[in-house]
């Protein structure tokens, strides 16, 4: 009982943060491998997939040892000046580069695994996994894809030329983004902290070794949740 009380008071305390990405990130960051169960108190939420109603239930599966889990991937920003890497983040979602709040178009050159693809003039550029499909690369026009699917997506935000479109890459890939011109050009993860770059400045997207465990809500498919959350098929 004593282990089970235990059990039960740790997953309270952490389904409050799930509902975004700063919490899911901790338990990577910390090396531990701790399932999270996110609640939705709201209307969207991907992460949040479990309602109120379903709270109790979807706790005495998690304790019971019956609960489905989805696995995620979690991705590492590294970030370089010169030979130093002065900043290594987990990300969950997305890698955003933004302009400034006063300076015009950003310029930044990408390449993948070594090989160029583009220079991206645009208000920005979203490097986003497979579970940040639905969060800013949604917004921005990004396609959504299923988080079972080994993928990255690279997404410009309101680019000059029309013909840069988002594009799907293999997982697997290692993206480095630098900024070209002097322009105020900011980097942020996960939407919850960041800094400002300079040109020279290379940071580099990779797909962590580690991955995230949620619980998955019960009796509800992923086509489900997107149908729920996105209002498909209402009038």
């Not at 988080?147 to 997506?153: I, K």
């Not at 105020?184 to 290379?202: N, R």
């Not at 995230?212 to 498909?232: D, G, H, I, M, N």
Request: hydrophobic residues 40%.
């Amino acid at each position: 009982m004593a282990a089970r009380a235990k059990s039960r008071s740790r997953l309270r305390n952490r389904h409050g943060d799930a509902g975004g990405s700063r919490g899911p990130r901790q338990p990577c960051d910390g090396g531990r491998d701790i399932p999270i169960l996110g609640v939705n108190f709201g209307s969207l939420g991907f992460l949040t997939e479990i309602r109120i109603d379903e709270l109790y239930n979807s706790l005495e599966q998690v304790l019971d040892g019956t609960a489905g889990f989805d696995e995620r991937a979690v991705l590492i920003a590294d970030a370089h000046r010169g030979n130093n890497c002065f900043d290594s983040r987990t990300v969950l979602n997305d890698v955003v580069f933004t302009k400034g709040a006063l300076s015009r178009m950003i310029e930044l050159s990408v390449s993948v695994s070594g090989g160029f693809v583009t220079r991206v003039k645009a208000d920005g550029l979203i490097v986003a996994s497979a579970t940040g499909s639905t969060a800013y690369n949604l917004s921005a026009g990004g396609p959504i894809v299923h988080p079972a699917v080994d993928a990255l997506v690279l997404t410009p935000i309101a680019p000059h030329t029309l013909t840069h479109r988002p594009i799907v890459i293999p997982g697997g890939s290692v993206v480095e983004v630098a900024p070209q011109i002097d322009e105020e050009t900011f980097v942020t993860f996960d939407g919850q902290s960041g800094y400002p770059l300079k040109p020279g400045d290379i940071v580099r997207v990779r797909k962590s070794e580690r991955t995230l465990r949620l619980v998955k809500a019960p009796a509800r498919s992923y086509f489900e949740l997107l149908r729920e959350k996105l209002k498909w098929g209402e009038r």
